[in-house]
């Protein structure tokens, strides 16, 4: 079953305003990561974040993490239409052998 | 792409037939994993491997089986296609910088189509 529950299921913006996409999650984790997904295409990594860290940034993109609420956030701030893309949150238990959860996905529509 | 491919990325076949996808990637990399994509599940874990010959199940392994005979290589097999396994097949692999990490980095992907 799934791990990470997106919401919202979809998001259409306009270019330059900021999409938030948010996850939940049900069990303890190590860590959460978003990727992204292009249509017809593989699944890039956007951003990791672990259970002891609150806010992380990489470029465009900040990531947040409440452990107490388990959920998360994705802003992706001054949208392009190249951020056109499906949205995954991936979570993660840790360890040697761990294995990562999916979400059902967000898909994004950025009108030019 | 992090060296990743997958063959065939396209496949169509009949109920009842035995099909093997094959994930090459040329970077060493210990573990690898096959998921599958369909609408309104996103990407469920089939089997991964940790290495040579080691392999476990993963959230929806029935009717699929792999083998992982040396590093590079990860091959799923449907020994008996069914229409229910009409999907996108994606492989990935697990990179490890300076500290053990979940990222995970995937391949283009195969569209199967079982009739």
């Known amino acids: 079953s799934q791990q990470g529950e997106e919401d919202p299921q979809a998001l259409s913006i306009q270019e330059g305003e900021n999409a938030t996409m948010n996850c939940s999650y049900k069990?303890?984790?190590?860590?959460l990561q978003w990727y992204r997904q292009n249509s017809g295409r593989g699944l890039v990594h956007l951003i990791l974040i672990r259970s002891n860290e609150r806010e992380k940034h990489s470029g465009r993109l900040r990531v947040t993490l409440d452990t107490s609420k388990k959920s998360s956030s994705l802003l992706i701030t001054a949208s392009r239409a190249a951020d056109t893309a499906s949205y995954f949150c991936?979570?993660?238990?840790?360890?040697?052998?761990?294995?990562?959860?999916f979400g059902k996905g967000i898909t994004l529509s950025v009108r030019p | 792409d992090a060296g990743i491919t997958q063959s065939p990325r396209h496949k169509v076949t009949e109920t009842g037939t035995p099909v093997t996808l094959r994930c090459h990637q040329t970077?060493?990399?210990?573990?690898m994993y096959w998921y599958r994509q369909d609408p309104g599940h996103g990407l469920r874990l089939i089997h991964y491997s940790y290495g040579v010959k080691d392999t476990d199940k993963g959230e929806v392994s029935d009717g699929y089986s792999v083998s992982r005979s040396k590093t590079e290589d990860f091959l799923l097999t449907l020994e008996s296609a069914t229409s229910s396994q009409t999907s996108v097949y994606f492989c990935?692999?697990?990179?490890?910088?300076?500290?053990?990490?979940?990222?995970?980095?995937f391949g283009p992907g195969t569209r199967l189509t079982v009739l």
């Open positions: 991936a979570t993660a238990e840790g360890g040697a052998n761990s294995k990562l959860t």
């Open positions: 990935a692999i697990r990179v490890f910088g300076r500290e053990i990490t979940d990222t995970q980095y």
């Open positions: 970077e060493n990399h210990r573990y």
């Open positions: 069990t303890s984790i190590n860590n």
